[in-house]
């Protein structure tokens, strides 16, 4: 039965402890939220900010220095907030958002796929960027802006400095020694043609997709842009298997969803099931792309809820945007790969 579900879920013990930690964190930001803040709509920040920033340092934890993640985990945290609450102030134009993605996007398609700390590091960046425009269809004060800023960067960070306690505890108490060094000496972008091409073909979808997440009447028609951005890998078939394990996770995740709604009622059932969901999302994510899309589709659903009706309405939006995003990254991957754009190395 273990080996069955190690294709799914990493075993790995420090894994397991990051996604302890981002539950615990989440489940107390959630309880505070719910019996004695109901109304602070900054409080989904700070949960968000736990989320990504875990998802980040569970990806890159094999193979890298634990100090070395959890400061590039720090950073990302931080330039995150900033980066979320940046989305949040420009989420009502579609003529900003274009100049940000136009602009800052293509960076990560240029990425050296060997600085995989950088890699996620900018990466978590850039989508934390497309979230903050579900913050509003409207122009919103500047005062609201630093607010999500600093409830976002103070989740991340809290999270953050939980690792680094970890980190020392584990050295302290178990004698732990690292045996992973730093990195060194690794190009931080790659400037092949095949790159080159990659990223504006990669920045031209999502430009698409956040034409028509504007469209929408919805303010969580950024999950069409953020689908479409994450499904791009420089390898057409790993984007094309990550597009087929994202329709599969996503629907599966949907009908949980429905289950948890039908007979579920209300925030409070947040309590039961949203420590168990983001602990599963965390260590599926470095294992198996549809399990992780499984289990982040109902926590993201769920964390969503924080401030919103529960309504059945979420999951047909999630499902829907899932495909559409899955169709315009395989067309425009086929089209380059008729262009026999293909990478020579990874």
């Excluded at 809290?158 to 178990?174: A, C, M, P, T």
């Amino acid at each position: 039965m273990k080996n069955y579900f190690s294709k799914y879920i990493d075993y790995n013990i420090q894994v397991n402890l990051i996604g302890l930690q981002t539950g615990l964190l989440a489940l107390c930001f959630i309880l505070y939220h719910l019996f004695f803040s109901a109304k602070n709509i900054y409080l989904n920040s700070s949960v968000l900010g736990i989320l990504l920033t875990s998802i980040m340092m569970s990806a890159t934890y094999h193979g890298h220095h634990s100090i070395e993640r959890n400061i590039y985990g720090l950073f990302t945290a931080l330039f995150s907030g900033l980066s979320y609450a940046f989305g949040a102030y420009t989420g009502f134009s579609l003529f900003q958002t274009s100049l940000v993605i136009f602009f800052f996007f293509p960076w990560v398609g240029l990425i050296d796929t060997r600085n995989t700390l950088f890699f996620w590091m900018l990466f978590y960046i850039c989508d934390a960027y497309i979230i903050g425009f579900g913050v509003s269809h409207e122009h919103i004060a500047l005062h609201a802006v630093i607010s999500y800023a600093l409830y976002y960067m103070w989740g991340g960070s809290l999270f953050i400095l939980s690792g680094f306690i970890r980190i020392y505890f584990l050295k302290l108490v178990f004698k732990l020694r690292e045996t992973q060094p730093y990195t060194q000496n690794i190009p931080l972008f790659c400037w092949e043609n095949y790159r080159v091409i990659f990223a504006l073909g990669m920045t031209t979808s999502v430009l698409f997709a956040n034409y028509l997440s504007h469209l929408s009447t919805s303010r969580l028609g950024f999950w069409l842009t953020m689908s479409t951005f994450i499904l791009f890998k420089y390898d057409h078939s790993v984007s094309l298997l990550r597009s087929w394990n994202r329709i599969i996770g996503t629907f599966l995740g949907c009908i949980l969803t429905f289950i948890i709604f039908y007979f579920f009622g209300g925030k409070l059932f947040l309590i039961f099931f949203i420590f168990p969901f983001l602990y599963l999302t965390v260590i599926a994510n470095s294992k198996h792309y549809a399990s992780y899309t499984f289990f982040l589709t109902v926590t993201v659903i769920l964390v969503t809820g924080m401030n919103d009706q529960y309504e059945l309405n979420l999951i047909s939006i999630r499902l829907l945007d899932t495909l559409i995003a899955v169709f315009s990254v395989s067309f425009v991957l086929l089209i380059l790969k008729k262009l026999s754009i293909q990478p020579k190395h990874f």
